[in-house]
Every structure is written in structure tokens, then in C-alpha cells.
């Protein structure tokens, strides 16, 4: 990137943020403090009225605007991608409002790159899954969550717990919201007086209250980074056949997928799970065609499933294990 583009890039990402670090500028773009300095410097000299303070940071006088911002071609597509996906993950709301930020950014482009859009949408799609439509969209958790986490007070919360096939009511305090296969809500309860990790497909109600709470737990960042050290990942290698190995494809990234080695008649694949048992009973859906490599303890597993099962067909009478 030339100076010039470095330049004008340092300028909108000192209008999106309230107050840019020089650190934060110098990771973004690979350069220098000293690089940064002059930066600001030229831009200062440039008639742009840039607020400095020392250890806090960089902001610009209140009230200044820049005219609308040419997006490149690049960057509208993102916005496009970005826009399916929100359409499809999010609740109504969310998606609403994407929708009409949308609609301010197109204004902007040059009608070569709104022609573009207009022909990439239909190349675009993001395939909805039973898990995801299970979700109560219409009850538009995202804005209410986001919203209380701004304002600091806490929420009241119905929630249905699937192990116990119960529901129960919950005051929280939410911490931050993460995706995976589906959205996780990451909030102190006070009911349980733990942190806890809520699915928003089991909110059967969430209600905003008066009550005000301070930021005295982890950061989502904080506790994702904790639990994912507490979740001991144990490497699991399996060969699967070549002529059902595409079966997989739609499971195999939920039981830690990382990489396969195609063979003659074979795939050698390698996980990383955080729970051999629950790989097991994966494992039993299309073991015939299969084998384990390693570990000898997953092969174990596999045998006392088997073990179970033909006890359970040679006596219907017996009695199934709960424990």
C-alpha cells in the first residue's frame, strides 16, 4: 500500500473509532510508531483536526465528517457475503437493519459495483441447517442481548434445558455472544451464581429488567480462552472408505475435523475432539466401513458400545443403563 492509500485508510478508521491507539494503526497496516507519527503528522498538516493525547490515543474534533467513502469493488462483495450471512444466522431484527445499512452503502457505490452486486447476489447462498432453523428468530435476542450488555442491566431469562427436557427462569448478566454451529450466549447467572453458556435456540423468553450490574466477570475473550484450555482436545486418526467418505462432509467439522490424506481406496482423517465417547457413538454410524488407527482407548470405547448393544437385542426384557 503507498502513502497516499495508508493515508486515507488512517483517516476513516480514525472516524469509525472514538479514540485509535498508534499501536492499533502500526498492526494494521505492518508499520512503525515512528512511521505512525509521521502519518498523523501529515495528515495534521493536511488541515485535519486530529486530537492527541499521550497513552490514550488518537481521535478527531467532534463533529467532523469525511464525504461518503468510495468502496472498492473488493470490499462491496464482503459487504455482500456478509450480507447472506446475516440474513440466514442472525434473527429478524439483525438481519433488518444489515438490510438497510445495505442500502446506505450501495448508495455510494458507482453503478459499475452496484451492477456487480446486483449479479453476484444470485452466486451467493448460505444454506440453512435443521440446527439453525430450530431457532426462535422472531424473538430477536441478538438486539435485546446486545442492547443490555451496552446499558449494563441484567435480563430475565426462560430458558429450556434439553438434558432435563425442563424450563426455568434465569436473571443474567450477559458477557458476549459467539457463533459456532449455533449462537451461544456467554452471561453471568445469578440464579446459579456461575457463568454459564446459554444456546439462543432454548431462550424461550428473554426480557430486559431495571436492574444494573458491573463488569466484574471475564470477558468473553477471557472465558472462551479458559474453557478451551479446560477442554482437553485429544487427537483421534480413523481410515474411512473412499466410496462413503463424501457422507461425511456434513458432520465431520462438529467432531473436530482438521485434515485427511487421500489414499488408493481409502482417506486417512485426523480430529481433534474434546469427547472420545461422544466421537464413539459418531464413530458407530459408519464403523463398517472404517477402522480406528488411534487412540487404543477410542477402540475401546467403540467395543463397549458394541458390547451394550448385543446384550440389548439378545434380552428385550433387560433393563436399559441411565447412568
Known sequence: ???IDRLSAILIQLQSQRIVKAQDIANRFGISLRTVYRDIKALEEAGIPIIGEAGVGYSLVDGYRLPPVMFTREEASAFLTAEKLVEKLTDSATSKDY?????????VLKNGEKDYLETMGSHIEVIETHKQLSGRSDLNL???ILH????????????????RQESSVRCIEPIGVFFTDCWHLIAFCRTRDAIRDFRLDRILKL???DFTFQNEHLSLQEYLKRESKQRELQEVVIQVNKRIHHYLDGQKYYNGFVFE????NYVTMTFFTCSLYGFARWFMTFGDEARIIKPEILKEQV????SALELNLSDPELELKTS
Open 142 to 144: 441478538l438486539p435485546v
Open 303 to 306: 467395543k463397549s458400545i458394541i
Open 207 to 209: 426480557t430486559a429488567t
Open 261 to 264: 490424506l487421500p489414499e488408493e
Open 148 to 163: 443490555s450488555i451496552s446499558e449494563k442491566k441484567a435480563l430475565t431469562m426462560n430458558y429450556f434445558t434439553h438434558y
Open 1 to 3: 500500500m503507498n502513502r
Open 99 to 107: 438490510k438497510s445499512a445495505m442500502y446506505k452503502i450501495k448508495a
